[in-house]
């Protein structure tokens, strides 16, 4: 079947389309109820069905004869380890944890909370929850202790898994002072520790709640696959917010498998045994759906990486990984390439390593701009494939259907809407626009299977947040158009938009512009408070290693390139050169804070920042260039 067809089914008929892929995932017991609701009138899906998360990543391979395939690699260039895991070894930790946890009082229903580095461990914690139906929720390493400490008291873990430290390329960061520190502030206190200690010289002071994670592994017996409703919350994982308290997306179990090995085989087209790679953390939603239960549900190889796309040790790291463990297919957000780029901007190190085994490139997390798409494409002649998607939806909403049908790529589009996805463009007054016409990206309901079951204890949120401000559609925050083919052209976050003396003006367009200039490697246009025009664009852009440009000349040539493409109401006339651009840990440009700076507006730093100290680099150079509240 090709794409025009599957997705025309997906829409006419969900209930008949969704419980054919049920089919695909082994359930204890077969769902009769597709298609219901909850008492509060939302969708749910496949209510009476039951199964385990855990028994379809790993036990049903072995049952299969797969025993013995790779599972996991670990590879970790800051502690220079490479270690693999198979489907047998991963199954009989996870389940020995599991069973130590059981007989530290935890039990289906519970919650815990998963505060871990980039180690097979956090993957291994993920699985055992999801073997005895405690809930589990991942909260990004390396979070300060006010951050973990919110989120104690909201989900109210029975425990907390932790590690003695992480690594941030040359600094060891000792995580078990942190954990302590967010207890002692939460109101909520977690029964027990369990700390990994992973002995790399970080202080690990011990507490009366700690159970060490080795010793409760090896002394315990194998706990077996509980069944679950499939409506029982796998895990809650709070969006990082910029603003107001952090929101506990719940992800169901039954909807979230069937969804995954869905998307593994059409989107992906990853075929059970291939190697798959996703570069990200389990931190984050990425890490959940396409790190641990993606690619192990659908059997294959998954890579847990504990390191960055440069300097460990250099811009290299990505295509020697590809070429070690036969890499597949990869996804990475674009920032990682952007910084690559930025680094080997020619592309040298990429001639130095046998790419063959790369079939497909994905990319999300953030818009990736048509410069980063080309650079890649010239270097490496493998599909590039943009796609989107949210925390909330857990897997891809529009992408190119890899598994179905490759269509042609549209450079600055991110694709077609996934099956399942009835995607509408529409008006401030919910009427729906026309072609190549911007406006809010809204979902009709029902969405499909694995999407976010409610927040969590905050059901006024929920509804007030994503379905109040269009009833009968998913609010998704976004703004976009559909061009003439339907391809879906996402241009950012709603408050991403300017106005302009009265034009509405897309940043996310400006930004593409921008990007497009040699000299730029990456690039965030925001707007800033202007007297006359309410608003006017500001492009702060970082340079390419090794280029030698003037700033008056790149901002002479930049303005040009807006002017020509947009027109003069763009109004772009400030462009300031930054060492880097702020962003949370996950790559995304934090373009709200960089507004609230330049407009001398109170802002709080995130508690998802990569680094605290680029908001005082980024001041110094609105001084400079006495732009915004800083011109005086």
């Known amino acids: 079947m090709n794409y025009k067809d599957t997705y025309a089914a997906s829409t006419e008929n969900p209930e008949a389309f969704w419980k054919k892929q049920a089919g695909s ?6 769902p009769e109820s597709i298609l219901s609701s909850d008492e509060n009138g939302y969708p749910l ?5 039951e199964l385990n998360v855990c028994y379809l990543a790993l036990d049903k391979h072995i049952e299969d004869g797969f025993g013995d395939q790779v599972a996991v690699i670990y590879d970790s260039p800051v502690t220079q380890t490479i270690k693999k895991y198979t489907f047998l070894e991963v199954k009989t930790e996870v389940a020995k944890l599991a069973g130590g946890m059981q007989s530290l009082g935890l039990k289906k229903g519970d919650t815990a909370v998963i505060y871990m580095p980039m180690i097979p461990q956090a993957a291994f914690a993920m699985l055992a929850c999801a073997r005895i139906g405690v809930t589990h929720s991942v909260v990004f390493g390396g979070f300060a202790p006010h951050e973990l400490a919110i989120r104690i008291d909201d989900c109210k873990p029975r425990a907390i898994i932790t590690a003695s430290s992480g690594i941030e390329i040359d600094r060891l960061i000792a995580y078990k002072p942190l954990v302590d520190e967010a207890i ?8 027990k520790v369990i700390i990994l200690n992973r002995k790399l010289g970080a202080k690990v002071p011990f507490k009366k709640y700690d159970v060490d994670y080795d010793a409760l592994v090896y002394g315990s017996e194998e706990a077996d696959c509980v069944p679950l409703n499939a409506t029982h919350p796998l895990y809650v994982l709070y969006t990082s917010g910029t603003t107001g308290k952090p929101k506990g997306i719940v992800r169901d179990s039954g909807g979230y498998a069937t969804a995954l090995k869905y998307s593994m085989q059409n989107v992906y087209n990853a075929k059970p045994g291939e190697v798959f790679w996703a570069a990200s953390d389990v931190g984050w939603v990425v890490g959940h759906s396409y790190i641990v239960y993606g690619p192990l549900i659908n059997r294959n190889t998954t890579i847990i990486f504990e390191g960055k796309p440069i300097k460990t040790p250099d811009a290299s790291t990505f295509w020697r990984m590809i070429e070690e463990h036969k890499v597949s297919v990869m996804f990475t957000a674009p920032t990682a390439i952007r910084a690559i780029k930025k680094e080997d901007p020619n592309g040298e190190f990429i001639k130095k390593h046998d790419l063959s085994s790369l ?5 999300a997390g953030e818009r990736c701009d048509v410069a980063t798409l080309e650079w890649y494409q010239e270097h490496i002649p493998v599909p590039a494939i943009d796609h989107w998607w949210q925390t909330e939806t857990g897997w891809p909403i ?8 490759y269509l042609p790529i549209k450079p600055g589009s991110v694709g077609k809407a996934v099956p399942g996805f009835d995607i509408r463009i529409f008006s401030e007054n919910g009427t729906e626009v026309g072609p190549n016409e ?3 990206v809204v979902i009709k309901l029902p969405l499909p299977p694995g999407t976010l079951l409610d927040l969590w204890k905050d059901n006024p949120r929920f509804k007030a947040g994503y379905l109040e401000k269009f009833p009968g559609y998913y609010f998704s925050g976004d703004g976009g158009f559909k061009d003439d083919d339907d391809y879906i052209f996402i241009t950012g976050r709603v408050d ?8 509405r003006l897309s940043t996310a367009e400006m930004e593409e512009i921008v990007a497009s200039h040699s000299s730029v490697a990456e690039c965030a246009v925001i707007g800033i408070h202007d007297e006359l025009k309410g608003q006017t664009p500001l492009a702060l852009v970082v340079i390419k290693h090794g280029e030698d440009i ?3 000349q790149l901002e002479q040539e930049i303005v040009k390139l807006v002017r020509q493409q947009i027109g003069a109401v763009a109004s772009l006339r400030n462009v300031v050169i930054v060492n880097r651009l702020p962003k949370t840990r996950s790559g995304k440009i934090l373009r709200k804070l960089m507004r609230s700076i330049t407009d001398g507006e109170d802002f709080q730093i995130p508690s998802t920042i990569d680094d605290e100290a680029i908001v005082g680099e980024i001041i110094e150079v609105l001084k400079k260039y006495k732009i915004g509240s800083y011109s005086k």
């Open 25 to 30: 995932i082994d359930w204890f017991i077969q």
């Open 45 to 49: 899906w496949y209510k009476d069905g």
């Open 184 to 191: 002692q502030l939460a109101e909520h206190k977690p029964k």
């Open 359 to 363: 079939k497909i490139q994905f990319l």
């Open 398 to 405: 529009v992408a190119n259907m890899m598994g179905i049908e």
């Open 438 to 440: 911007e406006g809010y």
């Open 496 to 503: 991403d938009v300017i106005n302009v003396a009265g034009h």
């Open 550 to 552: 003037e700033h008056f």
